[in-house]
């Protein structure tokens, strides 16, 4: 069975980065995947700290915390859906660290994935979103990941304002047919 598997960068439990990236899995759900998710504010990942251990001992990262559960659920996944709010024009720092321990994951952990970004923020301008856009375009470009689609969802402060936007969470439940 295909596996999608979300991974969220909010540390608000029931904000409107968790509201979208649910609404993608029950879509998803609905036709016959198997579906995860992970709160990456509730995980232990440490920062990488560059000491290149992961490219020299041909064993990975040296770093013994949730980063090893998480690369399974990679690599056990055929779509990841990364869901962060912008935060200072860029991800949070949940999702930062998260994919900075991305380079001391092996190759095959990437083979034929697909990805679907879901980027809130209290902007209306799609300009606040580029950075957040443009890291995960070369940062999945240069691990060979396709992304399937991106939901930029602009206006969304309060923790469920993205609740009374339905052409967003349509165009959520949309991306499960680019997959
Ligand atoms: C520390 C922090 C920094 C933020 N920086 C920005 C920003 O640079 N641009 C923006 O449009 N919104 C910014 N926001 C607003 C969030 O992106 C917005 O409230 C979003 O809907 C939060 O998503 P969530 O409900 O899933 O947590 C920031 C919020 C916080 C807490």
């Known amino acids: 069975m295909a596996k999608i598997t979300g991974f969220s ?29 992970v709160t990456l504010n509730k995980v232990d990942i440490g920062f990488c700290e560059a000491c290149d251990a992961c490219h020299k001992n041909g064993k990975g990262c040296v770093k013994k915390d949730d980063m090893q559960t998480m690369a399974e659920k990679m690599k056990e996944s055929d779509v990841w859906v ?18 900075d321990r991305w380079y001391g994951l092996p190759r095959e952990t990437f083979e034929n994935k697909k990805v679907i970004l879901v980027i809130p923020m209290a902007d209306t301008e799609d300009k606040t979103a580029s950075h957040v856009i443009g890291m995960y375009q070369d940062s999945c470009d240069f691990i060979g990941v396709e992304i399937a689609d991106i939901i930029v969802a602009g206006g969304v402060t309060e923790p469920d304002a993205v609740k009374s936007k339905p052409e967003i969470i349509k165009q959520a439940e949309e991306a499960v047919g680019k997959i």
Do not use: C
Request: no cysteine; hydrophobic share 40%.
């Open 82 to 99: 990364l869901g962060t709010p912008v935060y200072w024009w860029g991800p949070t720092a949940q999702m930062k660290v998260f994919t």
């Open 9 to 37: 960068g909010s540390p608000r439990k029931s904000g409107n980065t968790n509201f979208l990236m649910e609404a993608i899995l029950k879509k998803a759900a609905e036709k016959g995947w198997e579906t995860d998710f």
